[in-house]
């Protein structure tokens, strides 16, 4: 089984609108970590927000939240307000207690129209 | 600090020749994992080291792939002999923990390879 699925191949946004990106997640593992990072086309892997798997408040951090729903396994991105440098591909992860592997998803390119 | 170090960014070589990617990770983490980004695979773990010490390296995918990591500041992955299914963009990452729980993993710039 897929530890982390991203259904979304692609998705568009229209500027200065708010997106979800999907993300669910599987594990028996009570601790862990869910990561997003924002892959924009020059390469690099840019860390976005992090929950913890036992953090009672969604993560937030600036114009990105993580809504976090435990008992559906899942962990979608929400950007507000986006902006034309969104447009980038974004990774979901997740890493099972310390000293593990993270597990990444496929991936949602996200592009944002003016 | 200066963030994950990866060497060379890029590197273009002809099938059949050895080719080394290095990477430094964060000073004082503790984890350091290989990744290769192709478009048709997407982001691959070919292995991953905690405290130098490979952990998985399942994803490694044949022995012409081989990695190292002699101290805990530097890691080097190897294809020998290379061949063009390998062209592929290879991402190294470390990662600790911090206050309990684990750090996002920090990313190097990667090395673009092509195989000629």
């Known amino acids: 089984a897929q530890k982390i699925t991203q259904t979304q191949p692609g998705m568009f946004v229209q500027e200065k609108e708010a997106v979800t990106l999907d993300c669910t997640y599987d594990?028996?593992?009570?601790?862990?970590?869910l990561f997003w990072y924002k892959q924009p086309s020059s390469g690099e892997m840019i860390f976005l927000i992090y929950?913890?798997?036992?953090?009672?408040q969604n993560a937030t951090e600036g114009r990105y939240s993580l809504n976090f729903q435990k008992a559906r396994k899942s962990a979608n991105l929400v950007i507000s307000a986006s902006q034309l440098g969104d447009s980038a591909m974004y990774f979901c992860?997740?890493?099972?207690?310390?000293?593990?592997?993270?597990?990444f998803g496929t991936g949602t390119s996200l592009t944002v129209i003016p | 600090d200066a963030g994950v170090i990866q060497s060379p960014r890029h590197e273009v070589t002809e099938m059949g020749q050895e080719v080394t990617l290095r990477c430094k990770p964060i000073?004082?983490?503790?984890?350091l994992f290989w990744y290769r980004q192709t478009m048709m695979r997407g982001l691959e773990l070919l292995i991953y080291?905690?405290?130098?010490?490979?952990?998985?390296d399942s994803g490694m995918p044949e022995d012409r792939f081989s990695a190292k990591m002699p101290n805990a500041s530097f890691s080097t992955l190897k294809i020998q002999p290379s061949e063009p299914r390998d062209s592929a963009v290879y991402f190294c990452?470390?990662?600790?923990?911090?206050?309990?729980?684990?750090?996002?993993?920090?990313f190097g710039q990667g090395t673009r390879l092509t195989v000629v």
């Open positions: 000073s004082g983490h503790n984890s």
């Open positions: 080291f905690n405290n130098n010490v490979p952990i998985d």
């Open positions: 929950q913890g798997s036992y953090d009672q």
């Open positions: 594990t028996s593992d009570p601790s862990y970590g």
């Open positions: 990452a470390s990662s600790s923990r911090l206050g309990g729980r684990n750090t996002e993993a920090f």
């Open positions: 992860a997740m890493r099972e207690g310390p000293g593990n592997q993270f597990y």
